[in-house]
DNA sequence: TAAATACATACTAACAGTATGTATTTGGGG
DNA sequence: CCCCAAATACATACTGTTAGTATGTATTTA
């Protein structure tokens, strides 16, 4: 193949490819060659031009695939003002999940936690990530400044609803369960959730059926 | 070396060394030689005659770490005749975790989840196992059923509470963090756990604290 | 004493990564 | 607008390392 005026194309069938292979064969059993067969005529030193290693290849797959969805999450805080309470329920209600499921689709790993390890490893260190620096944390405090949200512990608040909700409530790694019995988690982690001052609206039971509704829908 | 007359000693040198390497430099970063190195005198040949994978290795080792630990938490339940409830607190108590506590160092990971995330997967797949077809669920039902225990929704409460306890509240995979944060967490878990009918008694406090205690002086 | 066991030695295939070559595009001076 | 040098986008060919295998040999067991 000779060399592509737009190579942001390559970079993007490179990074397709990558992300289908990682998360159905897992990180170690891919390898550049599995990606490099599903690329047409490309060979491996198209690839090691564009990345400089098979991590960097992972990351930036992984990456590629989850900023759409958190920059989606994050404008529904942007709009209004709203309370800090306010800002929470929408963190979690249909219209800031649920557009951006089918995306999550293209990224859906090997329902083998060990063959999605990295995968795994990757949503729990996001997980503390989007509840210290993120977005939770601040929208926590900013309810408790303006005295919608009594929370006394915010910080583990923050990240206990986070890990429950992306190793949990979402199974990514784990065979998809029968509707009720992801309802009963969404039930179950509200209620943990609100003993702890936060209430992230009866919503998230929606929500949840309709992430159901979309997985189930594809097949899973 | 000639050949050992006991050769689950050679079995045993080589999980120790095998654990040692893997939590320090993860799955992938360890060699099979690497372990080998550490044997001294020892081929490769050895290994590969009493294990036949990599992975053997890896989850031999992992057992061995793990099963006194999880054999002397369920012995606390045989002892007596106690209600499910109580039960449920000596499962968080002190006498049932901190005597293990030692042997949890030997498997200390690197506080990198993505160079740990194999062992990460591992303890994150234990954590459904332990509350479904373990101890703990068992335990709440058992609650259920002689009345001291009212949960509406037992398998839920006791998944969240499992993986809470494993991934978040025993940071392995993180960096430890300042003994008030880790009091904190087990303080939250504890508030959350009794918004789903689950009591885990005020001794996981002190049991957290004592962890702390150790890990600290082990200087972590 | 024959079979099984516990190793050692020597090899292979696959893999991540590198070095280098070559065509194509870009961008600036005339 | 054209020419040419530099940069870019690849392809080809190679290397070192690694998990795993095949086979040989001494020791123990039964």
Known sequence: MGRNKYPEETVAKILDAALELFCV??????SIQDIVDRLDGMTKGAVYHHFKSKEEIFNAAFDRAMTPI?????????????????????????????????LWARMRPAADPVK????????????????????????????????SIACECPREAAEAVSLLANLWLLPLFRPLEPKERMLARAQCLAQMAAAVGLDLGNE???????????????GW
Not at 25 to 30: H, L, M, N, S, W
Not at 75 to 102: C, F, H, W
Not at 117 to 141: H, K, N
Request: glycine fraction near 10%; charge should be negative.
């Open 70 to 102: 958190v920059e989606h999450r994050r404008s529904m805080l942007d709009i209004g003002n709203m309370t800090g309470a306010q800002k929470l329920k929408r963190l979690y209600a249909p219209e800031s999940v649920v557009p951006q499921i089918e």
């Open 116 to 147: 999605s390890s990295r995968l795994l490893a990757m949503q729990y260190q996001g997980s503390f990530d989007e509840s210290a620096d993120g977005y939770l944390l601040p929208v926590i405090e900013e309810g408790i400044a303006d005295g």
């Open 204 to 218: 998230v039971l929606q929500t949840t059926a309709q992430i159901w509704d979309v997985w189930n829908r594809a």
């Open 25 to 30: 064969r897992g990180y170690e059993g891919t």
